[in-house]
């Protein structure tokens, strides 16, 4: 009964570097939402897609950032050209396809950009 | 003015103690409402769901939505030192089945 999963757990990267992050839903989920926390903050929503289509991405930046959710594998959240200001960690979050949208969560990737 | 509102805290209580955790919000076209519990560097985790105004109760935890006056509660009886977390407040509406509105979290501490 394998939850979200999120790989890496924690990734580092120069500035300049792309960062590559991976989620994998919950069986039987088909939306995925991408969140980016600071330290001391709460959940910023970037993206949310089900397979193949990206419903909502206006918490997203417009620049350097995309996601994916292709129909085979997991959804990836890349962020080009990393800047020190991308250091945050990023959650990913599953929900079934229909009825109540209950978010579950992974555990998340830690971004450090030097 | 943020959609939802929650006091950041920190909130330090002894062990033991009656705990409350609340959040306001302005859209009264909410229907559903979550509290989720977030372990420093972990995900969150969903505590309690409730779709009505009232009480739910699930063993320590009670959670009590107010619509009304737009006013959330998340009651942690017999708190323990394992409770001491972030709590997040989430909510949304049935006919925009995926955008959530959170809360910025309360940090709760359980003195020993």
């Known amino acids: 009964n394998a939850g979200v999963m999120q790989n890496p757990r924690h990734l580092v990267r120069r500035r300049g570097q792309e960062a590559r992050l991976r989620c994998s839903p919950m069986?039987?989920?088909?939306?995925v939402y991408w969140y980016r926390q600071l330290p001391e903050e709460g959940l910023k929503f970037m993206v949310y897609l089900q397979k193949e289509n990206i419903i909502d991405e206006s918490g997203m930046p417009k620049e350097r950032f995309s996601a994916e959710f292709p129909k085979e594998g997991p959804s990836i959240l890349r962020i080009q050209q990393v800047v020190r200001g991308d250091s945050a960690a990023y959650f990913c979050?599953?929900?079934?396809?229909?009825?109540?949208?209950?978010?579950?969560f992974g555990a998340g990737t830690r971004l450090s950009v030097l | 003015q943020k959609e939802v509102e929650q006091d950041p805290g920190p909130l330090s209580v002894p062990e033991g103690a009656i705990v409350s955790l609340n959040c306001t919000y302005s859209n009264s076209a909410f229907q559903y409402f979550m509290w989720y519990r977030q372990y420093s560097r972990k995900g969150p985790e969903l505590l309690m769901y409730t779709y009505s105004s009232g009480n739910k109760e699930d063993g320590r935890f009670t959670a009590q939505v107010d619509k009304s006056s737009k006013y959330i509660s998340l009651f942690i009886r017999d708190s323990q030192p394992s409770d001491s977390a972030t709590y997040l407040c989430a909510m949304g509406r049935m006919d925009s089945n995926y955008q959530l509105i959170w809360g910025a979290g309360t940090k709760l501490i359980i003195k020993p």
């Open positions: 069986k039987g989920h088909s939306h």
């Open positions: 979050a599953s929900s079934p396809p229909s009825g109540k949208n209950i978010q579950y």
